[in-house]
């Protein structure tokens, strides 16, 4: 499948900004955003930096990723340096289609909290308690929030199996094309 680059088409462009601007209907659920991201043995595990096989390096545009397709081997532990070169705040996140569509729930509520705006993460908000201990913390080993400019890197071990996507999980961009197919070979 042949990903194609998008810019944020005009329609995802004036939802990102209602969500920034006032909110959404989305329900407010006190909810772990540090829980459930599709780190299950399914898609893989966290992996070590001593069985790194290769790295990939993986730039994320305002609203693309480059490369648009990775392809992985099974057990395969990869390093991933993720750049956001983008104007706003991006998320590279390993996942199935299903645990990016709950994950989007969650990032939505941390636009509605003031978490993050088009170009900027609150990191001392994501701290806040939502209740029974629950944070908004963006820690999972499978993903990384980005400001504009910012860097980071995940070890990952994937699994033997599994229909995988990496994705961009912002309010409006994964609707708009920031996404692409993680093959396992």
Same mark, same amino acid.
Request: proline share 2%; net charge negative.
């Given at each position: 499948m042949k990903i194609k680059r998008t810019i944020l088409s005009s329609a995802a462009s004036i939802t990102l900004l209602a969500a920034l601007t006032f909110g959404s209907a989305v329900a407010f659920a006190a909810g772990s955003? !540090?829980?459930?991201h599709?780190?299950?043995?399914? +898609?893989?595990?966290p992996g070590e930096a001593s069985e790194v096989s290769r790295t990939i390096e993986v730039k994320m545009f305002d609203n693309y990723y480059e490369p648009e397709e990775i392809s992985v081997k099974k057990g395969e532990t990869v390093l991933f340096k993720i750049t956001n070169a983008g104007e706003?705040?991006?998320?590279?996140?390993i996942g199935t289609a299903e645990t990016h569509a709950a994950h989007q729930e969650e990032m939505?509520?941390?636009v509605e909290h003031g978490v993050l705006e088009a170009d900027k993460i609150?990191?001392?908000? @994501? /701290? @806040? !308690?939502m209740g029974n201990g629950k944070t908004m913390e963006h820690n999972d080993p499978?993903?990384?929030?980005?400001?504009? /400019?910012?860097?980071?890197?995940?070890?990952?071990k994937f699994a033997d199996d599994g229909e995988l996507e990496f994705a961009c999980n912002v309010p409006g961009h994964y609707d708009a094309g920031m996404m692409g197919e993680l093959? +396992?070979?």
């Open positions: 955003h !540090d829980e459930s599709g780190h299950k043995s399914a +898609i893989g595990a706003f705040v991006h998320e590279f996140n939505m509520m941390m609150n990191r001392e908000m @994501m /701290k @806040m !308690d499978n993903s990384a929030l980005l400001a504009p /400019k910012e860097a980071a890197e995940i070890f990952w093959t +396992i070979q």
